[in-house]
């Protein structure tokens, strides 16, 4: 298997991810919203490269089933109904609700992966069910990082690390990395002692923490909190309908508390 891993979407075109199986990863905060969001109930996730465009395609929707959700400079979007805070999509707030989704980053990294043959979201916070699905694949794979505003995020790349480490626990299987999957490998052996120490200090979670969103890092980095897997099929991303029982993943065991480690 071969894994390559793209520190932003800015690295690459859309056509480039045509066909191919991409995993989108923004830990802070849209992957990690979109996960919590399915997982408490929406029906789907409509994501939309710019606010033009999610107020045109909610114009086309029906008014109650439909909400606007998203952020601009980690903020809620005015005229929209939710920002972009994974504690905002509780169950009650988007039950069997469709949302339009815009955010700086992840949206757009969601949107470039529009013609992949295969595209799921991926953060800490379903890190096993992520793996098990990638396996499932048993092809290569191309981890799209949404970064910020172009840049390298760490955050991004630890989490795309910890996909690495744990598909290489198969012994079975081998694999093909790129430097920046191999990059990404060293980074997360260096932070997986403490991942929310890690969101803390990066420069997304300081940002967030600057404007109020400092218990978002927590939740973000809250490794296996969701067993599901979003898709994208129909440029819609909705929950994969779970398979027959196999053998499962065994996710590992990370003290994400905020201590001391290294």
């Known amino acids: 298997m071969k894994i390559e891993v793209f520190f932003s979407p800015s690295q690459i075109d859309d056509l480039f991810l045509r066909d191919k199986?991409?995993?989108v990863i923004d830990v802070l905060r849209a992957s990690t919203t979109v996960?919590?969001?399915l997982h408490n109930g929406a029906k789907e996730i409509i994501p939309v490269n710019t606010i033009e465009s999610a107020v045109k395609v909610s114009g086309n929707l029906f008014g109650d089933v439909v909400l606007r959700g998203g952020e601009r400079n980690g903020k809620i979007i005015e005229g929209f109904n939710l920002g972009n805070s994974p504690f905002e999509y509780s169950e009650e707030a988007v039950r069997n609700k469709s949302i339009i989704f815009y955010t700086s980053n992840g949206a757009p990294?969601?949107?470039k992966a529009r013609?992949?043959?295969?595209m799921i979201i991926a953060g800490f916070v379903n890190m096993s069910a992520a793996v098990k699905r990638i396996t499932e694949l048993k092809d290569d794979?191309?981890?799209?990082c949404a970064g910020k505003h172009t840049q390298f995020c760490v955050e991004d790349a630890v989490c795309a690390g910890m996909i690495i480490k744990e598909l290489m626990e198969d012994k079975d299987a081998e694999f093909e990395f790129n430097d920046s999957a191999a990059a990404a490998y060293t980074l997360y052996k260096s932070a997986s002692k403490n991942l929310l120490k890690m969101a803390r200090t990066c420069d997304h979670g300081r940002f967030?923490?600057?404007i109020g969103?400092?218990?978002d890092l927590a939740f973000c980095t809250?490794?296996?909190?969701?067993?599901v897997v979003p898709e994208l099929a129909s440029n819609v991303i909705k929950l994969r309908k779970k398979a027959e029982p196999g053998v499962p993943h065994v996710p590992i065991s990370i003290d994400t508390s905020g201590g001391k480690g290294e």
């Not at 013609?115 to 295969?118: G, L, M, P, T, V």
């Not at 809250?222 to 067993?227: E, S």
Request: negative net charge.
């Open 35 to 37: 996960i919590t969001a």
């Open 213 to 215: 969103f400092e218990n």
């Open 109 to 111: 990294a969601m949107w």
């Open 141 to 144: 794979v191309f981890i799209l």
């Open 21 to 23: 199986n991409v995993v």
């Open 222 to 227: 809250n490794v296996d909190a969701f067993d």
């Open 115 to 118: 013609y992949a043959k295969n």
């Open 208 to 210: 967030l923490i600057e």
